[in-house]
């Protein structure tokens, strides 16, 4: 072997060397590492009522109004069907409700104000069929469940019907980022589907 290949050949491997003791007198701190957080829920929903604070008066959007254009809250709350469509179901077509479930949808609560499903094991089938009505007349997935794991704790409050959350998603992922000016380059393709109005 010449000088300069032999003077490589010793380097290489005293730095392989240097590397595998290193890796060996630290594997006791690699082993001992902290475990990886556990992974975030898939639906993670936060209250729709910051949307509607945002998105309600032209006044608090004067910073976007050259990018919306109009209070989406406030027609969805006055106009939209979808944040009646709960009450469509429990008051104003209650008979027609009552007549095509085959019993009263009261019966598959768990109270008198409708705010969660009952988890007598009794009325699951009942249960179940509501909750497969709630999935269009409310905000409800069909893979969500309420932070506390119960499956008959809807994600929002059923009185809002179909929420922001149900057609845009779950808001804790975007919440903040929707808020920045950039975001509108990023997402105006998708919302220019519904919004086409700008």
Known sequence: MTWLVHKIAVRW?????TAVTIFVCQSPSIIAQEPAPPAQPSFDYANTDTCILCHSEPAKMRDHADFIG???AELWSKLDKHGQSFQLLKDKSRELTNRILGFDLREAFADDAF???SDDEK????????????????????????????????VEPLNLGVSCQACHGPAAY??????EKWWRLVR????SLCFNSF
């Open 13 to 17: 491997l005293a730095a392989v060397i």
């Open 115 to 117: 705010t969660s499903l």
């Open 174 to 179: 975007w919440t903040e980022p929707h808020q």
């Open 70 to 72: 109009i209070a989406p």
């Open 188 to 191: 105006i393709s998708l919302c």
């Open 123 to 154: 009325l699951a089938d009942k249960v179940q069929t509501v909750k497969s009505c709630l999935r269009c007349h409310a905000t409800w997935p069909k893979d969500a469940e309420q932070a506390n794991g119960k499956p008959t704790e809807p």
